[in-house]
């Protein structure tokens, strides 16, 4: 399918990359198409005039990456994701599906404490709302599907490459929509994905997010999941 | 041991009796001893009174069982943890440990629906900050240990009675107080006791709470854990 990945950090280039090479047309949005853009260093990513010239994915604009999608990803950190989608524009987002993996941490200094594994959420995104329900809120029209946002992007699209099986969640209020991504989902290898129900469900996800950052600190890896038993 | 309980609701009288089982001198807090507050019905608990008949493990005010306690127990809903450990008093408290289990739930109406397994945090112990955090700061002199508060007390009692192996998680200060904590969850039954470092740790377990909820309604039960796989 075609792919719009909205956001070119760490998650968009994983994400993207891991879709196209399960055979789908990928473009990833950044904010600019400029020689600064392109060059910038990225934090835990590669400068993405050498991602694109890696994976010869094309890179355009956050519009021009939610044109051509039928299926669209949120790749944003989760404090930007609605200036992002707002860029994109409200017709070239439509009622499509919307992969929405962001966290509403907070990463106004002090805030976040990455020795520590100690993070806080944006107070707006959080505790009765949370990102996926105010994507959702800002486009009704949308069908928005929050996965992918409780582990590594890593893990996220090779979930086989850890030790042991572990378990994904979604949300959302489109029944449809969700059937499509948990078919995403299991082609990245994920066996059990955990529907959450409708989009208010993202809430507990993106709040795993704290526990999650310092588990990565306790453990001394990001590599790692977790396991629902019964 | 002799082990002070605070709070009589599910949680105290679960992780009291469990205690005592163990062999702890068990003195279970309530906020008074009246014959009202005795034979008050108790959500997902049984009235004090025939609890204290079952078990034969005393009931107290909280003042009384902090004094009895070499180690204390916050079984207390977090919105109201520091208005009962007030009740239990400083000089009661004093340097001993306390396990906190208490979660920042706001059961205030519209806050909290179970048909949905949706929840919202105290805004005021979450995001920059937790109970057990704010526990810490009111009484510095002693040595609070989060730990229980991941899964269903039920589960934390015992943990084998899953049909697998699940992880639990502990955050504090003092290095003497989580080995005591940790000896006491693995005489429960927990294999594997994850200490997050210091007492900042209690963020993400407290956060944790409101995808267990959601679990909670989506899976039919809340007789689970989660087991972190690397």
């Not at 260093?41 to 694109?52: E, I």
């Not at 795993?208 to 990565?216: A, E, P, Q, S, T």
Request: net charge neutral; proline share 4%.
């Amino acid at each position: 399918m075609k792919i719009g990945v909205i956001g070119a950090g760490v998650v968009g280039q994983t994400v993207g990359e891991a879709f196209a090479a399960k055979g789908h047309e990928v473009v990833l949005g950044t904010r600019a198409v400029t020689e600064e853009e392109l060059a910038k260093p990225r934090s835990m990513a590669v400068p993405l005039k050498d991602w694109a010239t890696r994976t010869s994915i094309p890179v355009a604009t956050f519009r021009e990456a939610a044109r051509h999608g039928e299926i669209l990803v949120n790749a944003t950190a989760g404090g930007i994701a609605l200036d992002a989608l707002a860029l994109a524009g409200k017709d070239a987002i439509g009622s499509k599906v919307i992969i929405d993996i962001a966290n509403p941490i907070d990463f106004t200094p002090g805030a976040i404490d990455p020795s520590r594994g100690l993070m806080a959420s944006v107070p707006a995104l959080t505790n009765s709302t949370s990102v996926g329900e105010e994507i959702q809120r800002a486009y009704p029209e949308a069908r928005v599907v929050k996965a992918l946002n409780t582990a590594n992007i890593a893990v996220g699209v090779a979930p086989k490459s850890l030790g042991g099986d572990i378990d994904t969640f979604i949300a959302g209020d489109d029944a449809t929509a969700k059937a499509l991504v948990t078919d995403l989902l299991k082609a990245f290898g994920w066996s059990t994905v955990i529907d959450l129900g409708d989009i208010t469900g993202a809430r507990g996800t993106e709040q795993f997010i704290v526990l999650w950052f310092r588990l990565m600190v306790t453990l001394g890896t990001p590599t790692f999941g977790i396991k629902v038993v019964k």
